[in-house]
């Protein structure tokens, strides 16, 4: 499977955002992960649709948005205009998921489900035809810097295998602990893009990035 890294811009220098995307860069990222949180859906506030439109400005990585808050359909068509790549909206935070995705795929961008610790697989299974990749939730989304829940790798592995026996193409994405022993179970379990924030700017960005990279 191809590795691709989406580092998490929580764990950024924001005075120097465009220092460190462009080193994101430069050390071999595919992928810059943006963490939408509205202090609703979880108790964090990060940043919104303008920090999409800047960082459009700068960088030619794929902008993988995450939303974390309630009432995604309120805010999608914002985040596409903002020049999103891929959106991915959580199960939990709307009763109408398969509408929020199909308004991000007739937008021809890439629409993600999102699934939390506590929620169980099947509650995704009736939208996995529509998605191009599916995060699972590693940690309970609010917060960089905690740990991985080794629970959650039982699912990446129950979804893998729902993947081929229905012969689906999504890619499946882990955000929360990832460093490099957890994204190793990770990939070893079925997922092949991986966040991290804390594991990559915590020392040296390149080297991170790299043993990440190098998962096989
Ligand atoms: C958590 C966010 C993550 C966060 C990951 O709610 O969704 O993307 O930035 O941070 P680390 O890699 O430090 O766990
Ligand atoms: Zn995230």
Redesign the pocket.
């Known amino acids: 499977m191809t590795v691709i890294v989406s580092p998490?811009i929580?764990?950024a220098d924001y005075l120097n955002l465009q220092r460190d995307v462009e080193n994101l860069k430069e050390a071999g990222a595919q992928y810059l992960?943006i963490?939408v949180?509205d202090g609703m859906f979880?108790p964090?506030i990060s940043y919104g649709p303008n920090w999409v439109s800047q960082l459009k400005k700068v960088t030619d990585l794929v902008l993988d948005v995450?939303l974390?808050v309630v009432n995604p359909e309120r805010y999608i068509q914002t985040f596409i205009d903002a020049g999103s790549d891929i959106i991915g909206v959580h199960q939990e935070s709307t009763p109408h998921i398969h509408r929020a995705l199909q308004m991000i795929k007739n937008a021809g961008i890439k629409a993600e489900v999102v699934i939390n610790p506590g929620t169980a697989l099947e509650n995704i299974y009736p939208v996995l035809h529509m998605v191009d990749q599916v995060l699972i939730?590693t940690?309970?989304?609010?917060?960089?810097?905690?740990k991985?829940l080794p629970e959650t790798l039982v699912k990446i592995k129950t979804l893998s295998e729902y993947k081929k026996a229905h012969n689906l193409s999504f890619d499946i994405e882990v955000?929360?602990?990832?460093?490099n022993n957890t994204a190793q179970q990770s990939y070893d379990a079925g997922a092949n893009v991986f966040?991290?924030?804390?594991?990559?700017f915590n020392g040296d960005v390149k080297n991170n990035l790299q043993t990440l990279l190098n998962i096989k």
């Not at 940690?139 to 905690?146: A, H, I, L, R, S």
């Not at 955000?175 to 460093?179: A, F, K, L, R």
């Not at 966040?195 to 990559?200: E, K, P, Q, R």
């Open positions: 998490s929580l764990s992960h963490d949180m979880v964090s995450h974390m939730m940690v309970n989304p609010g917060f960089g810097g905690q991985f955000d929360g602990g990832v460093n966040v991290a924030g804390s594991y990559i």
